[in-house]
C-alpha cells in the first residue's frame, strides 16, 4: 500500500526551526516529485515547497523563499522540509504529497499524507 507518512511538527517559538520529514513506504519515492503544502483552517490549502525526482530542482513559494529548504534522501525513501525564522503566519497543518512525475507541478500530486500540525507561537 502507497503510504506518506509527515513528522516533526509540534509547538515551537517565532524565529525557531523545525525540520519536518515525510517518509513514503510501499513505492521507491526517487521516480517521484514531492511537494509540500500547508492548509490553515477554513483558508484555501497553498503549495509551499516542491523538489523533482532527481532533486536538482527545487521551488517555493514567495511566503516561504529563503527561511524553507526542501531536501531529499532516496536512501531513505524519506523527504524533508527545513524551516528556519519561522513566523506566527506559517502555523499550519503541513501535508506532503507525491506524484509519478519528473518535474515538479504542485497541481497535480496523486499521492497525499495526513499532515501534521505546526504551530508557532510564543
Known amino acids: 500500500q502507497l503510504q506518506l507518512v509527515e513528522s516533526g511538527g509540534g509547538l515551537v517559538q517565532p524565529g525557531g526551526s523545525l525540520r519536518l520529514s515525510c517518509a513514503a513506504s510501499?513505492?521507491?519515492?526517487?521516480?517521484?516529485?514531492v511537494g509540500w503544502f500547508r492548509q490553515v483552517p477554513g483558508k484555501e490549502r497553498e503549495g509551499v515547497s516542491c523538489i523533482s525526482s532527481s532533486g536538482r530542482s527545487t521551488n517555493y513559494s514567495d511566503s516561504v523563499k529563503g527561511r524553507f529548504t526542501i531536501s531529499r534522501d532516496d536512501v531513505k525513501n524519506t523527504v524533508y522540509l527545513q524551516m528556519n525564522s519561522l513566523k506566527s503566519e506559517d502555523t499550519a497543518v503541513y501535508y506532503c504529497a507525491a506524484a509519478p512525475r519528473r518535474l515538479c507541478n504542485l497541481g497535480f500530486m496523486d499521492y497525499w499524507g495526513k499532515g501534521i500540525l505546526v504551530t508557532v507561537s510564543s
Open positions: 510501499g513505492f521507491a519515492l526517487d521516480y517521484y516529485s
